[in-house]
C-alpha cells in the first residue's frame, strides 16, 4: 500500500447528551492516534495531520450521535492491520461508541486488492449466472474423511453449488485435514463429471498462525474450489493474506466464528454491515457467512440489512461480495427470503438439508428447486 | 500438540431461568462441536464423546447460572486457533453466555509452552527481584525515529524498567519501524552502559500477516529486549508462534487494542480474566497490558481483580505472568495501586509521566521512587 496525502472517514455513533457525546467524539480522535491529551501533542504536523478530525457531528437518535472522524492515511502505515488499530484499536474497549461505516477515498481504496472473484466471479465459476447460489456444509465433526466425502458427492449430485467444511473441521485425528480436503475435492470432482455442472468445494483452513498458508497450498493442489477463513480466530489480514496470493487465487470465504462480540452490544463495537461486508471485503472475501435472522442466532432482520448493505456498497473498484446467510436456516423459508435477499446471494442451510426426507439427494434437489424454480435442469 | 483422551473443561456463565439456561447449556455442548441436531447426531463416538458435556449445572446468582461444560481434546485438533473455536467460536454470536473459566488438565497443558519468561523471568532479566516494574511507552505518533530514541534513553536514564513502543507505531513513514526500532534498542543501551542498569526496551510488531516474524527477527537482531503485539488484530495464535520460535525468545507482552469488545458485554463474550490471563498466558505473553480501574477506561476494580486471577492462577506448569496495568494512569495514584497489586505487577504509565514536571528524567525518577521507595539506587 502506498502512503497518500489523503484522509479516511470513519462514522461512529456515541451514546450521550450532545456535551459528552461531542467531548467522546474528541477524545477517539486523540485515542486512535497520538493517544496523548491534547495540550501535549507537539504543534505542527502531529497536531494538525496525525490526531483524527471530527469532520462532522450531528444528532442520531435519542441521546446518541453521528461523528465522522477523519483520520490521516499516514497513520495506518499503509498496512490493514494498523488500519483496523486506528479506526477501532483502543476505543474497542470503550464504551458507547459503535462503528457505523466507513469510507476511504479511492487513493487509498486502489491500494486494497478487495476480492478476487466478487459476485460476477463466483457466478462466472459456477455458471449460475441470475440466480440466488446454493451452499451446504459438511458436518458433524467426528465423521471419517471418507464419510464427509460421501456427503460432498451427495451434496454435489443434489445440485448445491457450494459444499463447503463445516467451521469446526480442521485437522481433528477423525478426519486430518490433507485427507479429508483430498477426498472431497476428488468427490465434488467424480460428482462434477457426472452432472456436468461446476459445484465448487471449499476447504477450511482455519489453522494455526504457521499452518495457514501451507493448507491454503494444499488445498489447492489438492483440486479445493476455494476456502473459508474464520478471522476472529486468524486476524482478518490473515485472510486478506491468503486472498491476495497470486499463487492460491482461490475463492475466500468468511466465516463469523470468535467474531460475534464485536456485534453483540447495542452501543458498542463495529456494526455488522462494517464487520461482515466492508471489512470482510477490504480483507478479500468473496462471500460472507453469518447467521441470518430467524434462526438460532440472534441477529434481526434490520442487522442483516445492514451486512447486505456492506456486502453490496460502492466502495471504489472493490467487489461486491456475496452475502451468505445460515445458522439454523431452513427450507420453509425459502420463499420469504428470496424476497428479502433477491438474487445476490449465497443461502447457507446446513442441518436443515437432512430433515426434509430420508433421501439426502432428494432434499438437495428440494432445496435448489425452491431457490431456482425456473432453472430445475441447471 | 499431541492429542490426549482427556477433557478440557470451559466454565460458561449463562443468563436465565433454571429450564432456559440449561437448554443454553445443552445447546453450547452442540454448538461448539457437531453444529448439529442431537437428533440427528450418530450414535457412537459421535455422540458420547464429541459432544460437549454438562459436567456441572448450578446457580451463579439472580437469572444466571453456571455451566462447566466438557470437550474432548480430539475437537481441537491438538490446535491452540481450533481450541480458541471449540470454546467460543459460534457462541460468540449468542448472548446470555460468557466464558468465566477454562480449566485444562496437566495432559493437554504440557503440550503449551505458555510464557518463556514470565514473572520469573522477567524479574531475573531486569534485576529487579522482589519489587513492583515500572513501564512507560513512547509517544505520541508523529515523532521522528530519533525523537522517540531520544525519549527511550531518558526513560532509560530515569531509571524505567520497560520502555515499549506505543501501540500505534508500527511503520509509519514518520517513524519506519527498522530505524525506530534500531534506534530505540541502541539507546536504551546506551543508557544501560551508563546507568549498570538493565532497562528493556519492547518493540511493537503488531502488523500484517506476512511482517510479523520478519518484525521479530529484525528486533531481536537490532537489540530489543522484548516484543509487543496486539492479539486482537493479529489473532492469538500469531503471538503464540513468536513467543515459541527459539530464534527469537524474547519476553511478549500482549496489548489489548482491538480486543475490547469480548469483555465489554455484561452478559456475553469472555471474561476479563480470561482473556487477559489465561488466554494470553496458554498464547506465550509474559506480561497482559490493559487499561487499570480509575482510568480512561471503564474496567473496574473487580475487573481487574479478575485479570489479576487470570495471570497469576495455577495452570499446570504454564508460568504466571505480569498484570500490566496502564491506561490512563497517574503518579498520585501509586500508594492505592501497590496496595491492590502487591509486587508481582508492571506499572504502565505513559503521558502522566510528562505532567508532574518539565524534567522528563526526573519524572521517571520521581514514579520509581514512588513504586519501590526502599530502592533508591537500584
Not at 450521550?16 to 467524539?25: I, V
Not at 456427503?151 to 485437522?171: P, S, V
Not at 441470518?292 to 460502492?314: A, L
Request: proline residues 5%; aromatic residues 10%; contains cysteine.
Amino acid at each position: 500500500m502506498n502512503i497518500s496525502e489523503e484522509r479516511f472517514l470513519v462514522t461512529y455513533l456515541i451514546l450521550g447528551d450532545k456535551k459528552s457525546a461531542y467531548e467522546k467524539a474528541d477524545d477517539i480522535c486523540l485515542e486512535q492516534t497520538v493517544e496523548f491529551p491534547r495540550q501535549l501533542v507537539p504543534e505542527g504536523f502531529i497536531r494538525d495531520e496525525i490526531i483524527g478530525r471530527i469532520e462532522s457531528f450531528e444528532p442520531a437518535g435519542a441521546n446518541q450521535f453521528k461523528a465522522v472522524i477523519s483520520y490521516a492515511q499516514e497513520t495506518t502505515a499503509g498496512d490493514f492491520a494498523q488500519f483496523l488499530n486506528v479506526i477501532f484499536g483502543n476505543i474497542s474497549i470503550k464504551k458507547g461508541i459503535k462503528i457505523s461505516d466507513i469510507n476511504l477515498p479511492d487513493s487509498i481504496l486502489k491500494n486494497f486488492k478487495g476480492p478476487r472473484f466478487g459476485i460476477t466471479g463466483l457466478r462466472n465459476l459456477t455458471g449460475i449466472e441470475n440466480d440466488p447460489l446454493l451452499c451446504t456444509a459438511l458436518k458433524p465433526m467426528g465423521l471419517s474423511a471418507g464419510e464427509l466425502a460421501e456427503l460432498a458427492y451427495q451434496c454435489a449430485l443434489g445440485g448445491i453449488d457450494f459444499i463447503k467444511d463445516d467451521h469446526g473441521l480442521t485437522n481433528q485425528p477423525s478426519a486430518p485435514f490433507k485427507e479429508r480436503v483430498s477426498l472431497c475435492a476428488r468427490a465434488v470432482t467424480k460428482a462434477n463429471y457426472k452432472t456436468g455442472k461446476k459445484c465448487i468445494y471449499i476447504a477450511n483452513i482455519t489453522a494455526s498462525f504457521d499452518e495457514i498458508t501451507g493448507r491454503a497450498l494444499f488445498a489447492k493442489e489438492a483440486g479445493a474450489g476455494g476456502l473459508m477463513i474464520s478471522p476472529g480466530i486468524t486476524g482478518l489480514d490473515a485472510m486478506k493474506y491468503i486472498a491476495g496470493r497470486n499463487d492460491i487465487a482461490l475463492p475466500v470465504f468468511t466465516h463469523p466464528a470468535f467474531q460475534g462480540s464485536f456485534v453483540m452490544g447495542d452501543n458498542f463495537g463495529i456494526s455488522h454491515g462494517v464487520l461482515f461486508g466492508q471489512l470482510a471485503r477490504l480483507a478479500g472475501a468473496d462471500a460472507s457467512i453469518y447467521p441470518n435472522y430467524g434462526g438460532r442466532f440472534p441477529f434481526t432482520r434490520e442487522e442483516c440489512d445492514d451486512i447486505k448493505n456492506g456486502c453490496y456498497k460502492k466502495m471504489g473498484d472493490i467487489k461486491r461480495v456475496f452475502p451468505c446467510p445460515g445458522g439454523g436456516m431452513n427450507l420453509d423459508r425459502v420463499s420469504e427470503l428470496l424476497e428479502f435477499y433477491d438474487k445476490d446471494v449465497i443461502f447457507l442451510i446446513g442441518a436443515g438439508l437432512f430433515t426434509h426426507s430420508p433421501d439426502f439427494i432428494e432434499n438437495c434437489r428440494y432445496f435448489k428447486q425452491l431457490v431456482r424454480p425456473n432453472l430445475t435442469t441447471a
